[in-house]
């Protein structure tokens, strides 16, 4: 795939999974002898609208395209996170039924075998169901995280250990024990659910409508452009240099392409957010604005120090603003004939922070 990153817009999961792996050609990665384990985000239990947990339906564009190309041997692995129960997550994001409906297991990984690895000085058990499969397809969810600030590939595969495991990683301090462990396991293909991440914490509550989902073979460098899309410094996320020294994968550079599919589908900005969206939403003017620039928007003001929320310009944002101008500035192509402007359809978090913090 070579530095390339696949971003579908749009609102339906399953249809977006499948046209990306179209797009990237995967059925040329796999063949229909491999074990192909999938790896969803389901650290509690409950439904992806919270924003928390990654959409069944992702999964099942991703296993209709994986079964049409004659891959049979598929299973859906996850552990929640320490002290909760698996089966109660795989329940309450639907994935008992999806399981039901193509005929593919669940596999609680906190109940697996493990085997010892290390790199850099560290051991590390890593469940030997993810280790064994020909081709580990991972699923996170593009969300924040109250240690981490953001979670999405690579932090993704701390659902591969045992809950004993996830205690010692949370001990070291979690950004080496996660750099190792993507070290130690490799994931082939990274499908992310950018659909509605949680806007502050892993656990869901406030989610954020991007909507889009991503599709790159390196964690390092999808990771790298999350940061991005969610207005966080590269800096900020310790174990994502790291990775890249470890030789885990590139950090996104002037070279990266990024292969942009049904740009002309983009939902539009669902007017009923949370109350912490809300909180930062009234900040700006929309109209008829797509959730991928709200969502940038909603982002970069939560990244903004809070004490610099009042002195913003006036802000501008949807397709509402075309040909309109004015003093104040214009988020997104769309708002470009204001006085001061964000370039891009949509722009990222971090090039609306970036000038907001120019300006104040
Ligand atoms: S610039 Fe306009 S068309 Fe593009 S994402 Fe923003 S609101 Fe939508």
């Known amino acids: 795939m070579q530095n390339r990153i696949y971003v579908n817009y749009g609102s339906d999961p399953k249809a977006m999974a499948y046209e990306l ?215 900020e996320v310790e174990y994502m240099p790291l990775s890249a020294q470890y030789g885990v994968g590139r950090l996104k550079n002037a070279a990266t392409e990024i292969v942009e599919l049904n740009a002309d589908r983009k939902p539009k900005a669902n007017p009923s957010l949370t109350r912490g969206a809300q909180a930062l939403a009234r900040y700006a003017q929309q109209d008829q604005a797509c959730s991928a620039c709200y969502g940038s928007l909603i982002h970069a003001l939560h990244r903004l120090d809070a004490r610099k929320l009042k002195s913003l310009p006036p802000l501008y944002i949807g397709q509402g603003f075309r040909g309109k101008s004015g003093r104040g500035l214009g988020i997104g192509r769309c708002a470009s004939g204001f006085s001061e402007h964000v370039g891009g359809c949509p722009p990222t978090a971090q090039a609306i922070l970036d000038k907001l913090t120019g300006l104040l």
Not at 100 to 116: A, C, E, I, M, W
Not at 127 to 151: E, G, R
Not at 196 to 220: H, I, Q
């Open 21 to 235: 792996m179209a797009e990237a050609d995967i059925g040329a990665l796999v063949s229909p002898d491999m074990r192909i384990a999938l790896k969803p985000n389901l650290v509690v239990a409950k439904p992806a609208s919270s924003g928390a947990t990654t959409h069944s339906e992702l999964l099942a564009g991703v296993i209709e395209y994986l079964f049409e190309r004659g891959c049979k041997k598929i299973e859906i692995i996850e552990g929640a996170w320490v002290g909760a129960s698996t089966q109660a997550a795989f329940r309450a994001a639907g994935y008992e039924a999806l399981s039901k409906t193509y005929g593919v297991p669940l596999f609680d990984t906190k109940r697996d075998q493990t085997s010892s690895r290390s790199y850099a000085g560290l051991a590390i058990d890593v469940c030997n169901k993810a280790l064994n499969a020909d081709f580990l397809i991972n699923l996170p969810v593009l969300k924040a995280h109250c240690q981490t600030t953001l979670t999405c590939a690579l932090k993704n595969l701390k659902g591969c250990i045992s809950d004993a495991q996830k205690r010692r990683f949370h001990a070291l301090g979690l950004h080496k024990p996660i750099a190792v462990l993507n070290k130690l396991l490799k994931q082939h293909l990274i499908i992310v659910d950018a659909l509605n991440g949680d806007l502050s914490f892993e656990e869901g509550g406030t989610p954020v409508e991007m909507g889009r989902a991503l599709l790159c073979d390196d964690p390092v460098l999808v990771d790298s452009y999350a940061c991005e899309l969610m207005g966080v410094s590269i800096d």
